[in-house]
């Protein structure tokens, strides 16, 4: 059961909520999505034939402002795995004080199997679809696995013409040419490492020459890799859904990237080829998930040799692996502080489209070292106050948020 994320979601609400004595109404309504939409996708393919795909939204809760999350694009994607996904939103933006609440969504598919014009067809679709349920102040859609800038786009323009007004603001995440945000590519591995680098510092642990591996290396992995190397931490594994490679002298993550775009996969860049779970395994200082959920489960935890696990996907780790870990002395950065740098630049997003701004890169950046630091530092005194792990202490931080906001 713990390897089905809603029912680990739904078990650490009931944990924190015995934590604090949270009132029983406000755990309730925590305990279920607000609500949950199923979305038939019929779509004429480039050979002629019809196939139908199905997408799923879910808007877990609202308390705190409009609903708020990604879209993925996966074959694993069903309901369990979105709820999951949407509860964690409402509890990372609490972690990360935006005035947003949790929603997720997804459609079931292989996008590499599609060409542009069937993706653009299965998104304006979908968007159609979404479009009586999401907006700048009701519902508020972003990118995540296998959705990019365009995909937004195309919702953006789909949503605006139904409406009848240019809406901006309806999804972030967009290009910034139509409206995003400078440092919102960057914002998720920038944010995890200013979560590493605050933790590092208020345990009075330097870093130098720190290795590090890294499962995934997408949007969030790629970026994170870039700013630990420039900061002098050694990138020593990386993997995609590929494969990995582990090279112990350090990796040339720039070079890995390029390497990547031009084959396809990272294997035979340099050191040996391994398996994308190998990485996890390695004997590095931190190993950080960047893919998808499940990666830390009982039967690899007992090996993870690293002393701080960085979770940088969301819901990485199982229950039992997540006791295993504390047991074994392993620091793990909960996912709902460490990944949230994406969600807040998105909010800077939606600020700056609202408000007809537009920020400077510096300037958002800074503005999210702040946030970072801020949540950073909100977990960490509930962790030291509480006596429980910077797991807890995040869900402790963010349903104290909640509350406050449901009174
Ligand atoms: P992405 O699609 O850009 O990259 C995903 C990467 O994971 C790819 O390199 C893919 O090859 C790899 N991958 C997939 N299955 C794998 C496996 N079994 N082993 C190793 N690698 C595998 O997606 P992303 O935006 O980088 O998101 C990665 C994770 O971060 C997801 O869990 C996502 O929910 C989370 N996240 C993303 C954001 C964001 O702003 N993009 C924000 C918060 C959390």
Redesign the pocket.
Known sequence: MQNNPWERARAQLKNTAKLISLDSLLEARLGSPDRVVEISIPILLDDGSVKVFTGFRVQHNNIRGPYKG?L?YHPQVEMDEVKA?AFWMTMKNAVVDIPFGGGKGGITFDPKNFSEGEIERITREFARKLTPIIGPNLDVP??????SPKVMAWIRDEYSKIVGMDSPAVVT?KPIEIGGSEG?TE??GLGGFYTLMELLNLNNRGHKDMTVAI????????FLAGYLKEEGFKIVAL????G?IYAPEGIDVVAAEAYKKADGSLSGFVGKDIS??E?LTLPVDIVVP????N?ITEKNALDIKASIVLE?????TTIEADEILRAKGVTVIP?ILA?????AV?YFEWYQNTHDEKWKKEDVFKKLKEKMDSAVHAVYDAHKAYGVSLREAAYIVALKRIATAAV
């Open positions: 990604g993925r996904l972003a990118p995540d696995v296998n959705t995440g919102r914002a998720t499962q995934g290396f997408g949007n969030v992995g790629s993997s995609d859904s590929k990995g994308s779970d990485v960047a893919a998808l959920e990666a940088l996907a969301n819901g990485p996912d990944n949230a740098g994406g969600v998105s």
